[in-house]
């Protein structure tokens, strides 16, 4: 079965880094578009960041362009989200996904792992 296992969330000040790393099995990895959606508290999930299936083009959400970068390892069947430039609204458990486009459209497919939390405060 589809088994997604997010990692690397913690507590980090504003302007800091972090690295989430999501292992993913169950399912032909580098079939499928990947992507990342976060939930705040009190809030519905968004798409951050996803990424075509052969990493060849990404897309970002307006809140994160320029501070987020996904990327993915299909040898290792893991995606990536690095964030920098932290901000206290990017407070949120984070979610890799697996998905498709159509066109520029990211459709995500009913798969979620547990999720990180990411924490900026200082």
């Known amino acids: 079965q589809v088994q997604l296992v997010e990692s690397g969330g913690g507590l980090v000040q504003p302007g800091g880094s972090v690295r989430l790393s999501c292992a993913a099995s169950?399912?032909?990895?580098?079939?499928?578009?990947m992507s990342w959606y976060r939930q705040a508290p009190g809030k519905g999930r968004e798409l951050v960041a996803a990424?075509?299936?052969?990493?060849?083009?990404?897309s970002y959400a307006d809140s994160v362009k320029g501070r987020f970068t996904i990327s993915r390892d299909n040898a290792e069947n893991t995606v990536y989200l690095q964030m920098n430039s932290l901000k206290p609204e990017d407070t949120a458990v984070y979610y890799c996904?697996?998905?498709?486009?159509?066109?520029?459209?990211?459709?995500?497919?009913?798969?979620w792992g547990k999720g990180t939390l990411v924490t900026v405060s200082s």
């Open positions: 996904n697996p998905g498709a486009y159509s066109g520029s459209m990211y459709f995500a497919m009913d798969y």
């Open positions: 169950g399912f032909t990895f580098s079939s499928y578009a």
């Open positions: 990424i075509t299936s052969t990493g060849g083009a990404t």
